[in-house]
């Protein structure tokens, strides 16, 4: 094997322990290495072959992968296509913090301890929303302070962890590909925020029969996915945007203010307000 190199997290904790950047060839990437902290890439344009931990993975436009400390990795060219991704770092120290959200149950914890992860892969409206925030955190930066502009990015972060790379883990491989394919629609926030009769009519099933295939594979019924979704992209609009609490349990797909109050609170054991005070 060809020596690893090591890279320490001491190169960006001295702004606020994350930071994100774009690399836009195989060529601008580093050799096979390793390093201290997470990072999660995002692949905005083209192709390429991604090494990791004794794997291959061919990843493309779309792909988002997290990498966890001491995996080893580096990025090669794919049959001459370009490659362009976004890069996020960010410390052990950032991920508890976002770990922490999902106690006790741990989930998030779980995910530095499983093997390697699955590429998961964006709509192109997701991989909008992430760019578009991304160029809203650099804005952040020249007109907050940077506590918050950390915070801010610290729940961008956990929004992503936690709808896409938490609840790809939480799946089974052997569900049938329409079941699949459905749970990935189900992610994009205009299929989540109409909820269930959404659901049904994605599957082309009864709902019993989609009742039983979630319960069967996924371990939830349709509405606890769906409310799970919804309690994620609160998080994020609660720390990032000025609207009222009750327009945010609007457009995540809650019916009754109290009904988003309830299950935020079930979750994360603090109202929402309380976590809007806490992230500011």
Same mark, same amino acid.
């Given at each position: 094997?060809?020596?690893?190199?090591?890279?320490? %997290?001491?190169? &960006?904790?001295?702004?606020?322990?994350?930071? %994100?950047?774009?690399?836009?060839?195989?060529l601008?990437?580093?050799?096979?290495?390793?390093?201290?902290?997470f990072? #999660?890439? @995002?692949?905005?344009?083209?192709?390429?072959?991604?090494?990791?931990?004794?794997?291959?993975?061919?990843?493309?436009?779309?792909?988002?992968?997290?990498?966890?400390?001491?995996?080893?990795? +580096?990025?090669? !060219?794919?049959?001459?296509?370009?490659?362009?991704?976004?890069?996020?770092?960010?410390?052990?120290e950032?991920?508890?913090?976002? %770990? $922490? @959200?999902?106690?006790?149950?741990?989930?998030?914890?779980?995910?530095?301890?499983?093997?390697?992860?699955?590429?998961?892969?964006?709509?192109?409206?997701?991989?909008?929303?992430?760019?578009?925030?991304?160029?809203?955190?650099?804005?952040?930066?020249?007109?907050?302070?940077?506590?918050?502009?950390?915070? +801010?990015?610290?729940?961008?972060?956990?929004?992503?962890?936690?709808?896409?790379?938490?609840?790809?883990?939480?799946?089974?491989?052997?569900?049938?590909?329409?079941?699949?394919? @459905?749970?990935?629609?189900?992610?994009? #926030?205009?299929?989540?925020?109409?909820? !269930?009769? $959404?659901?049904?009519?994605?599957?082309?099933?009864?709902?019993?029969?989609? +009742?039983?295939?979630?319960?069967?594979?996924?371990?939830?019924?349709?509405?606890? &996915? #769906?409310?799970?979704?919804?309690?994620?992209?609160?998080?994020?609009?609660?720390?990032?945007? $000025?609207?009222?609490?009750?327009?945010?349990?609007? $457009?995540?797909?809650?019916?009754?203010?109290?009904?988003?109050?309830?299950?935020?609170?079930?979750?994360?054991?603090?109202?929402?307000?309380?976590?809007?005070?806490?992230?500011?």
């Amino acid at each position: 094997m060809p020596d690893v190199v090591r890279y320490s %997290a001491d190169g &960006f904790t001295t702004d606020f322990g994350m930071g %994100a950047a774009w690399q836009h060839s195989v060529l601008e990437t580093a050799p096979l290495h390793t390093h201290d902290f997470f990072e #999660i890439f @995002l692949v905005t344009a083209g192709q390429a072959v991604h090494l990791v931990n004794h794997s291959i993975q061919n990843v493309r436009a779309g792909d988002m992968v997290l990498i966890r400390p001491d995996d080893v990795h +580096c990025y090669d !060219f794919y049959q001459g296509h370009p490659f362009e991704f976004l890069n996020f770092s960010f410390t052990r120290e950032t991920f508890n913090s976002i %770990a $922490r @959200l999902t106690e006790p149950d741990n989930s998030v914890y779980e995910l530095s301890e499983r093997p390697l992860l699955s590429v998961c892969t964006l709509s192109a409206g997701e991989m909008d929303f992430v760019v578009g925030n991304v160029n809203g955190m650099k804005e952040l930066r020249k007109k907050y302070t940077a506590d918050y502009a950390r915070n +801010c990015y610290k729940s961008f972060l956990a929004y992503l962890v936690c709808r896409f790379f938490l609840r790809r883990a939480q799946g089974k491989d052997r569900a049938p590909l329409w079941l699949q394919s @459905l749970i990935s629609q189900m992610e994009s #926030i205009e299929n989540f925020s109409e909820g !269930f009769s $959404r659901m049904v009519r994605l599957s082309g099933y009864t709902e019993e029969h989609l +009742c039983r295939m979630m319960r069967k594979f996924y371990g939830t019924t349709p509405v606890g &996915f #769906i409310n799970d979704l919804r309690l994620s992209y609160s998080l994020y609009l609660l720390a990032n945007t $000025r609207w009222e609490i009750i327009e945010i349990s609007e $457009r995540c797909g809650f019916q009754t203010l109290s009904h988003f109050y309830h299950l935020f609170k079930r979750k994360y054991a603090m109202t929402p307000k309380k976590y809007r005070n806490l992230s500011q």
